[in-house]
């Protein structure tokens, strides 16, 4: 008895609440020596067509190497393709997670219905704080919420693929000869006994370094001959000096910068 009961519920539900799956991935690319895209795309799996309602699509970042994200390009569940839809938007979850968010106020069963191929939600742009860290892209599966264009909660149905999670090489990334020259605070910093220096040269220069402690006393100084308008980096060892700020004094022919840097030990 309790068998007949079960198959008939079973064929009571309809097939289309099981059925209802998609992938979503970010695909990402370095844009330049400062901008970073995340373009978060999508693609229904199985047979079933269906719609997004009002969705949250979260992913996590590495905070420390990218800041400021912000929505350059609007996708396909956007007021522009469907009327029943509000403009796609932004939301930061503290200050490493952020969203594509989707309203949807049309009637049940009105949606942009998902293509069986990968199609733009949006694309979010970063800036580039530090190239010599990873992206840390994920998705935040406990913040994002997916629904179909019935208001009906489909998250578990989706598939969430997270990228490679690739460092920040504008080096590798980039081939072409940088824009602006720029040097760029240590990474790590505070530090331990060892830090790195990044700085861009738009055209040949001499470059030299000279590193003071707080009292003003010149600790290490390095020299650099005719160094090729490229992005270069500089790994400077402090084994044998006391915890506390150092001065990094950065001149080329053409620019000249200083920063501190924390030694803690």
Known sequence: MNRIIYLI??????????SQTADIMVEYSIVNDTAFNANLKVKRTGNTSWAFGSSSFVINFN????????????GYWDNTVNSQYTPIYSSLYGTSAVSLEIDYFGPNGGGAVLP???????????????????HNLTWNIGYSAIFDDYRVERTN??????PVNHILDINGKIN????????????????????????VLVKSSDVELKIFDFSGREIKRYY??????????????????????????????????????????
């Open 176 to 199: 072409k000869i940088p824009i602006d020259n720029e040097i760029y605070q240590n990474y790590p910093n505070p530090f331990n006994s060892s830090t790195k220096i990044n700085f």
């Open 224 to 265: 650099f001959k005719n160094l090729n308008p490229a992005y270069h980096e500089f790994n400077i060892d402090f084994n044998g000096y006391s915890s506390g700020i150092y001065i990094l004094f950065f001149k080329s022919n053409y620019f000249s910068k200083s920063l501190k840097m924390i030694l803690v030990k």
């Open 9 to 18: 519920i079973i064929l009571i539900i309809p097939l289309k609440l099981f």
């Open 63 to 74: 905070h420390n190497g990218l800041t400021n994200p912000r929505i350059v390009r609007r």
């Open 116 to 134: 069986d191929t990968f199609t733009s939600i949006g694309v979010l742009q970063f800036h580039i704080s530090n190239t010599t860290l990873y």
């Open 157 to 162: 149905n989706i598939n969430f693929l997270n």
